[in-house]
């Protein structure tokens, strides 16, 4: 996965869609994520077409079972040769554990697992939201209870988390700077927040230290895609050249 270009959330309907979309961008190699609308209808095939195409591939179907289905499940993915995978963290230690367990059984002795990240709170998810319906103590913040899944992922052993990037520097300085943090939520400023709440613009992301933005919408319907990816990919890079030359 590299670092320095956003991740496409393709959320297409069908495979077509998805690899005509990518066909735009001509050789460009791209970091794409695949999600449960895609893979649940295409499957590991369009896993092979993306790759085969040269990009990079985020397996984004954020696995929650109870530990043996995550961990077979996982050894599965490893198989289609994918470089990130998400599992939810609030599956609980033994099954991130688990999750772990599957992905390097199930990965060439000669390759390296994918990088597996654990979904925190959802970026639709707001305080109230985390009060009134998950029932967490009106005394912990909705920050905290990112923070705590993010130091559950890093005890199991995993890469990273997924949060907003509104929590990615508090992640950062509570568990280390080498956890990576991967954020969707981005919108430009022009952009409609459609069912995002906690939302940051590409440079506020790299300021707020997130190491991977992942952007659909505001790329995968645009008049102009390959334009507005350009401009993302633009704002993004000159934060982080920024941030780097302040450090
Ligand atoms: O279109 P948009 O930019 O909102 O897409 C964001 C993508 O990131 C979607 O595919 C969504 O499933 C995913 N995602 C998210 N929030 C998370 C984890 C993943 O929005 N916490």
Redesign the pocket.
């Known amino acids: 996965m590299n670092k320095e270009c956003p991740i496409i959330?393709l959320?297409f309907p069908t495979g077509k869609e998805a690899l005509d979309f990518v066909d735009l961008f001509e050789r460009e190699s791209l970091n794409v994520?695949i999600?449960m609308e895609l893979f649940y209808i295409e499957g590991p095939r369009i896993v092979q077409e993306l790759r085969s195409r040269g990009h990079n591939i985020f397996l984004?179907l954020?696995l929650h079972d109870i530990p043996n289905t995550v961990k077979s499940a996982m050894n599965s993915l490893a198989r289609l040769e994918i470089d990130m995978v998400?599992v939810h963290c609030q599956g609980g230690l033994k099954m991130l554990e688990a999750a772990i367990e599957g992905l390097e059984s199930g990965t060439q002795q000669t390759e390296q697992p994918p990088l597996i990240v654990g979904?925190?709170?959802?970026?639709?998810t707001s305080p109230k939201h985390v009060h009134s319906e998950q029932l967490l103590d009106s005394q912990i913040t909705l920050e905290e209870s990112v923070l705590k899944y993010a130091q559950l992922a890093k005890q199991a052993g995993l890469d990273g988390v997924?949060?907003?990037p509104l929590e990615s520097k508090a992640i950062k300085q509570t568990i280390s700077s080498n956890f990576s943090v991967v954020t969707?939520?981005?919108r430009m400023d022009i952009n409609p927040m459609?069912?995002?709440i906690r939302i940051a613009t590409p440079a506020q992301a790299a300021q707020l230290q997130s190491d991977y933005i992942?952007?659909?919408?505001?790329i995968?319907q645009a008049k102009n895609p390959v334009l507005v990816y350009q401009t993302i990919t633009t704002e993004w890079q000159n934060a982080r050249k920024t941030l780097n030359k302040e450090v």
């Open positions: 959330a959320d994520k999600g984004d954020k998400t979904i925190t709170q959802l970026t639709s997924v949060s907003s969707p939520g981005i459609d069912d995002q992942v952007v659909g919408r505001p995968t």
